[in-house]
């Protein structure tokens, strides 16, 4: 009998350890260790009240030169993608068939002069006669009629060279406004003419200040007006992320709503001296009209679903809750909220994948 109580005692341990593993293995499944994560208590604060939507930059003025006479193209005397002041001459166009027309032009006034002078002295000398009687009243109209035509012959001749002074001065094409060139759309030697496409010779931007075009929805352009701001503020954040350094001021706003697309056009205009801003290209662009009192959640605390958008609440008890929100515009690295979450409520901000509705969580301390 003392033989078999050490392994009646062995079977017996044996037993309990089982037992008492598989109760660990039941309390497992029953009660998954809490997951850690962070939270924030949000609370209301002071952020700006922005619209965002995406824009393009154009020119605040576009020219488009072309020649307005027809003749050989000499020079060119700008290097394409320059900046080129109001007056700087652009292209030169054969100068010598227009200069012979203008001393034609003057040649005829001159005999026009001549004649007119000659009618006036002729005029003169019958009208005396015809007062004496020693000619008839008709040959003193005659004379008066001769002057009169002879000074129209005049003014036409005045014109004429006036007109031919013009087109010799079009042979110099000069830049009509402060801006950068583009590309030479014809080549030198071309035979142009204002009637036709060798008319188009360049173009001519300005791009200081520069202007960018984008459009708000009805409903943004309501609230944006709603807020009474004499001159919102604009900003613009390029295509590499970065944000430009100078603010802009809008200077138009449609008068009606683009029936399509429900949406209202709108401009602003930004300084742009060291050309940092190309026309054409794409920005976003941030309107921003004031204050307003708001909870702001982090960008990466927002998850998305066939729902919406949605954070993670940490509740009473411990446990992870879904809520659904209605998510403003970004502030910096933050989503403002606009419905949804009310003061105090705490937001997991990390974590977020291994959650699910009412898992435990365990919120870890402060670094």
Same mark, same amino acid.
């Given at each position: 009998? #003392?033989?078999?109580?050490?392994?009646?005692?062995?079977?017996?341990?044996?037993?309990?350890?089982?037992?008492?593993?598989?109760?660990?293995?039941?309390?497992?499944?029953?009660?998954?260790?809490?997951?850690?994560?962070?939270?924030?208590?949000?609370?209301?604060?002071?952020?700006?009240?922005?619209?965002?939507?995406?824009?393009?930059?154009?020119?605040?003025?576009?020219?488009?030169?072309?020649?307005?006479?027809?003749?050989?193209?000499?020079?060119?005397?700008?290097?394409?993608?320059?900046?080129?002041?109001?007056?700087?001459?652009?292209?030169?166009?054969?100068?010598?068939?227009?200069?012979?027309?203008?001393?034609?032009?003057?040649?005829?006034?001159?005999?026009?002069?001549?004649?007119?002078?000659?009618?006036?002295?002729?005029?003169?000398?019958?009208?005396?006669?015809?007062?004496?009687?020693?000619? $008839?009243?008709?040959?003193?109209?005659?004379?008066? $009629?001769?002057?009169?035509?002879?000074?129209?012959?005049?003014?036409?001749?005045?014109?004429?060279?006036?007109?031919?002074?013009?087109?010799? $001065?079009?042979?110099?094409?000069?830049?009509?406004?402060?801006?950068?060139?583009?590309?030479?759309?014809?080549?030198?030697?071309? %035979?142009?003419?204002?009637?036709?496409?060798?008319?188009?010779?360049?173009?001519?931007?300005?791009?200081?200040?520069?202007?960018?075009?984008?459009?708000?929805?009805?409903?943004?352009?309501?609230?944006?007006?709603?807020?009474?701001? #004499?001159?919102?503020?604009?900003?613009?954040?390029?295509?590499?992320?970065?944000?430009?350094?100078?603010?802009?001021?809008?200077?138009?706003?449609?008068?009606?709503?683009?029936?399509?697309?429900?949406?209202?056009?709108?401009?602003?205009?930004?300084?742009?001296?060291?050309?940092?801003?190309?026309?054409?290209?794409?920005?976003?662009?941030?309107?921003?009209?004031?204050?307003?009192?708001?909870?702001?959640?982090?960008?990466?605390?927002?998850?998305?679903?066939?729902?919406?958008?949605?954070?993670?609440?940490?509740?009473?008890?411990?446990?992870?809750?879904?809520?659904?929100?209605?998510?403003? #515009?970004?502030?910096?690295?933050?989503?403002?909220? %606009?419905?949804?979450?009310?003061?105090?409520?705490?937001?997991?901000?990390?974590?977020?994948?291994?959650?699910?509705?009412?898992?435990?969580?365990?919120?870890?301390?402060?670094?």
């Amino acid at each position: 009998m #003392s033989r078999f109580l050490p392994l009646l005692l062995a079977l017996i341990i044996t037993a309990c350890s089982e037992g008492d593993a598989k109760q660990q293995k039941k309390d497992d499944k029953a009660a998954p260790p809490a997951l850690t994560v962070s939270v924030i208590q949000v609370a209301p604060r002071e952020v700006p009240v922005a619209f965002e939507a995406v824009g393009r930059t154009e020119g605040s003025r576009e020219v488009q030169i072309r020649s307005r006479v027809a003749g050989i193209l000499e020079k060119q005397l700008y290097t394409e993608g320059d900046r080129v002041n109001a007056g700087d001459t652009l292209f030169q166009i054969e100068r010598a068939p227009f200069e012979i027309d203008l001393q034609q032009q003057r040649a005829v006034l001159a005999q026009e002069k001549a004649r007119h002078a000659l009618a006036k002295q002729d005029a003169e000398r019958l009208k005396g006669l015809a007062d004496r009687r020693a000619i $008839s009243q008709r040959e003193a109209d005659q004379a008066a $009629s001769a002057l009169q035509q002879s000074a129209a012959a005049v003014q036409l001749a005045q014109a004429r060279v006036r007109q031919s002074e013009l087109n010799l $001065s079009y042979t110099t094409v000069e830049a009509p406004i402060e801006g950068v060139t583009g590309r030479a759309m014809q080549s030198i030697g071309s %035979l142009v003419a204002p009637n036709g496409d060798s008319a188009f010779l360049t173009t001519l931007t300005r791009t200081d200040p520069v202007w960018v075009r984008f459009a708000l929805s009805e409903a943004e352009f309501a609230r944006l007006r709603a807020r009474e701001t #004499s001159a919102p503020e604009v900003k613009l954040e390029m295509a590499d992320g970065s944000t430009y350094a100078e603010t802009g001021q809008l200077n138009f706003a449609a008068s009606t709503v683009d029936a399509n697309l429900g949406t209202v056009q709108m401009r602003a205009a930004f300084p742009n001296a060291n050309l940092k801003v190309l026309p054409g290209q794409y920005v976003r662009v941030q309107v921003i009209a004031g204050t307003q009192q708001a909870i702001v959640v982090p960008q990466g605390a927002v998850q998305q679903n066939e729902g919406g958008r949605f954070v993670w609440l940490l509740t009473d008890d411990g446990k992870a809750a879904p809520r659904n929100i209605r998510a403003g #515009s970004w502030v910096g690295k933050d989503w403002v909220v %606009l419905d949804g979450l009310k003061p105090g409520d705490k937001v997991i901000t990390d974590n977020l994948v291994r959650l699910r509705p009412g898992v435990a969580v365990q919120v870890k301390p402060a670094a």
